[in-house]
């Protein structure tokens, strides 16, 4: 979060890039985790960056629907007796390679972004200008994403079924 408000909230690419980060820990939270609690947790982290920004909750909607969105989506790109049996979190090793990670990542990312724009825009006015930022923001966040799961490899155990 620190990150976020302090670091990438100051960059200024260009009118149609917004780098967000924050998110990643909704990408990053455990298969088994329970909707409720994954909602809570979105729902605290998008209203935490809200009172940094000043914004009357569009973060906290942005994060939510992510939260609420994200076991479809998970569940289709994982068969049922697939990793999330055998890894704790979604990861690259996890669900089975770089390219699901990224539709994963890519589609909640954009889904956020998509979202947070609309609501602050409160208007469907300029399509091209709204598709734009959308696009752009989610191929940044998306490479921020990318950039952070390869510096920070997580440890994930295997679980087996054998003793």
């Not at 994963?104 to 889904?111: Q, V």
């Not at 006015?125 to 696009?135: P, S, V």
Request: hydrophobic share 55%.
């Amino acid at each position: 979060m620190l990150l976020q408000v302090y670091v990438l909230d100051k960059v200024r690419l260009h009118q149609l890039i917004t780098p967000y980060i924050y998110f990643i820990f909704i990408l990053w939270l455990p298969f088994k985790i329970r909707r409720s609690t994954l909602m809570i947790l979105s729902f605290i982290l998008g209203l935490t960056l809200d009172s940094f920004r000043h914004h009357p909750g569009f973060h906290a909607a942005a994060c939510v629907l992510m939260a609420y969105v994200r076991p479809f989506i998970i569940n289709i790109l994982i068969p049922q007796e697939g990793s999330e049996t055998n890894f704790e979190e979604p990861s690259f090793r996890s669900m089975g390679g770089m390219l699901p990670y990224l539709i994963y990542a890519g589609f909640l990312i954009m889904l956020h972004n998509a979202w947070l724009f609309l609501l602050e825009a409160w208007q469907f006015a300029d399509a091209w200008y709204f598709f734009g930022k959308t696009l752009f923001s989610t191929v940044i966040g998306l490479l921020l994403v990318l950039i952070t799961e390869l510096i920070f490899s997580r440890n994930q155990k295997f679980k087996t079924n054998t003793v």
